[in-house]
């Protein structure tokens, strides 16, 4: 059976690497590499990414620029944030964004398992430590966009890491309202653009309650949607909820308007 079991495993990884080529070309910049370059990144790439350090915000673990004095980012300080803690993998910058915005909109669904990767990387070392969650759950898109777009981005990254971190995915967060675009809005707006915006089915409610929730999304800008879910998630019974984002835009909320 071992046997048996080797030679599936093999098989998948070669049926892989024939359909999913990462390992031949870098995910941020299509530069030819090998399988030694972590994350399916160059090292041009790695060098210009800005990945998370110490210089995060203590609340939703955005980067904090370089002299701001405090170890609360302006957001955090200006609006109270729904989810307990929030970490992040890297700054939604220049170099960044170019690889987030093919993984969302151009098809690089197989981008998920690097940056899934990187996302557990990043939260492993704390885990169970500063954190003990108990479900993973994603960010959902409305139907309508899902429909268009074929898949959620954070759906995907959500799987690779609850498989990562030995813990359920449940899809326990459906968003009911079709929102209109966030670029242009304030953080205000945003927020009231979000009211009622999520909800639990109520399949999921005996699931999630007094649980952890480890809460998945690609980007985080304002916080507007963290906030949003975290608060339809307590409202339904969870008894915390911590985000974690694969990038953050803006060192002191930059409002990229990527959200979803």
Same mark, same amino acid.
Not at 34 to 48: A, E, F, I, T, V
Not at 188 to 207: D, H, K, M, T, W
């Given at each position: 059976?071992?046997?048996?079991?080797?030679?599936?495993?093999?098989?998948?990884? *070669?049926?892989?690497?024939?359909?999913?080529?990462?390992?031949?070309?870098?995910?941020? !910049?299509?530069?030819?590499?090998?399988?030694?370059?972590?994350?399916?990144?160059?090292?041009?790439?790695?060098?210009?990414?800005? *990945?998370?350090?110490?210089?995060?915000?203590?609340?939703?673990?955005?980067?904090? =620029?370089?002299?701001? @004095?405090?170890?609360?980012?302006?957001?955090?300080?200006?609006?109270?944030?729904?989810? =307990?803690?929030?970490?992040? !993998?890297?700054?939604?910058?220049?170099?960044?964004?170019?690889?987030?915005?093919?993984?969302?909109?151009?098809?690089?669904?197989?981008?998920?398992?690097?940056?899934?990767?990187?996302?557990?990387?990043?939260?492993?070392?704390? #885990?169970? =430590?500063?954190?003990?969650?108990?479900?993973?759950?994603?960010?959902?898109?409305?139907?309508?966009?899902?429909?268009?777009?074929?898949?959620? @981005?954070?759906?995907?990254?959500?799987? =690779?890491?609850?498989?990562?971190?030995?813990?359920?995915?449940?899809?326990?967060?459906?968003?009911?309202?079709?929102?209109?675009?966030?670029?242009?809005?304030?953080?205000?707006?945003?927020?009231?653009?979000? @009211?009622?915006? #999520?909800?639990?089915?109520? @399949?999921?409610?005996?699931?999630?309650?007094?649980? !952890?929730?480890?809460?998945?999304?690609?980007? *985080?800008?304002?916080?507007?949607?963290?906030?949003? !879910?975290?608060?339809?998630?307590?409202?339904?019974?969870?008894?915390?909820?911590?985000?974690?984002?694969?990038?953050?835009?803006?060192?002191?909320?930059?409002?990229?308007?990527?959200?979803?």
């Amino acid at each position: 059976m071992k046997i048996v079991g080797s030679a599936i495993a093999a098989l998948a990884d *070669f049926v892989l690497d024939a359909v999913f080529p990462a390992n031949i070309y870098c995910i941020g !910049c299509g530069a030819v590499i090998d399988k030694s370059h972590p994350y399916s990144l160059c090292g041009r790439c790695l060098s210009h990414f800005h *990945f998370a350090s110490d210089r995060t915000c203590l609340k939703c673990g955005k980067l904090l =620029e370089e002299g701001y @004095q405090h170890s609360i980012c302006r957001d955090c300080r200006t609006f109270e944030r729904e989810f =307990e803690r929030g970490y992040t !993998c890297m700054l939604y910058g220049l170099y960044e964004k170019e690889m987030i915005r093919a993984f969302k909109y151009k098809d690089r669904c197989y981008y998920a398992y690097y940056l899934g990767e990187l996302m557990y990387d990043r939260i492993a070392p704390i #885990f169970e =430590e500063e954190i003990r969650a108990d479900i993973v759950v994603p960010v959902p898109l409305h139907r309508k966009k899902l429909a268009k777009r074929g898949y959620n @981005q954070a759906e995907l990254l959500a799987q =690779e890491v609850a498989a990562r971190l030995f813990l359920p995915e449940k899809k326990a967060l459906i968003r009911t309202v079709n929102t209109k675009p966030m670029s242009r809005l304030s953080g205000i707006e945003r927020r009231e653009n979000l @009211q009622g915006a #999520f909800a639990v089915p109520p @399949q999921y409610i005996s699931e999630i309650k007094q649980k !952890c929730i480890l809460l998945i999304d690609d980007i *985080f800008t304002s916080g507007s949607t963290a906030d949003a !879910c975290a608060r339809t998630l307590k409202s339904a019974g969870a008894s915390a909820v911590v985000l974690l984002s694969l990038a953050a835009g803006g060192n002191s909320g930059a409002r990229d308007g990527d959200e979803l």
